[in-house]
């Protein structure tokens, strides 16, 4: 994805509240500014001309960069995410700030690169991600529900410290909440948060949170974390129809949606090719009701 002017402002606003702490920076990602320069110095409201993410991580105080693609070039290192790291690659790499801006929706091997991120980062050290939620077809592998990282912060014991979502590329970070969420469910969204990990315990697997009462396998949840998110705002929701399909059919919901889209446009309206749909929709209504 590159570093665009919403992820500078998750990392402007990480430094006001005085948590970028320590020498080394890894990203997860070959990176490039994808901002103009005067952009980039007006953002940070310096003089300097920052041209590279390493002249950028420079300014917020990191003297150590790295990265890590699948392709070795200056400063970068060529690791597949999908495996996991060794520890020679751990002790190379471990990082007291690890981004994830636009790069593990591209990894097949989803537990393995959040686990990967996991390791990679130092105790105490941050977690910055940048990642697509709606819209962005065919841009990755992935799109992310907020609640996965949610669940994942729980597991883990890591303290969210922040959580956005941008839309369609506006250069405006939102606060994330379930309203906010819903009202830009049509557009391109990244969810823009920061974790910070708070042990050196190995990485946990989250547990659906929809099934925990359910759930007979120990070792999903975190034990002392306290999140300050609102846990009602990663409610599941449908953007359209019910979670239960009528009678239990799906073929009878199919044609509920159809009889309540007929009835909304006139039948010269609609396109030729659903006509015989609707008509079958009618026809099988007709049905039912001479039967009841």
Known sequence: MGINI?????????????????????????????????????????DKKIQTPVELFEFFGFSEYKSIDGIEATNCYPIDLNKEITKKELDFLRSD????????EHVFNQGMVFRNIHELCKQDG???HALPISGHFQHGYFNYHPRLFQEMALANDYRIISMYIAANYRPILIPYSAKILFQNRFKDMLLLFVF??????????PFDGVFQEQGTFYGYQGSSNSIPVDDSQFQPFLMSAKWINVNNSPYESCLLRVKLFSSKFKFRNIPRVFQKVLKLARHKNKISDSTT
């Open 126 to 128: 941050l977690m910055a």
């Open 6 to 46: 919403e992820t500078v402002q998750l990392m402007i606003e990480i430094q006001k509240k005085k948590l970028l702490k320590g020498s080394r920076v890894l990203e997860l990602g070959l990176q490039e500014l994808t901002i103009p320069t005067s952009k980039v110095s007006r953002l940070l409201k310096t």
């Open 97 to 104: 700030l690890v981004t994830n801006f636009g790069t593990s």
């Open 196 to 205: 910070q990990k708070t042990s050196d315990n190995s990485f946990v697997n």
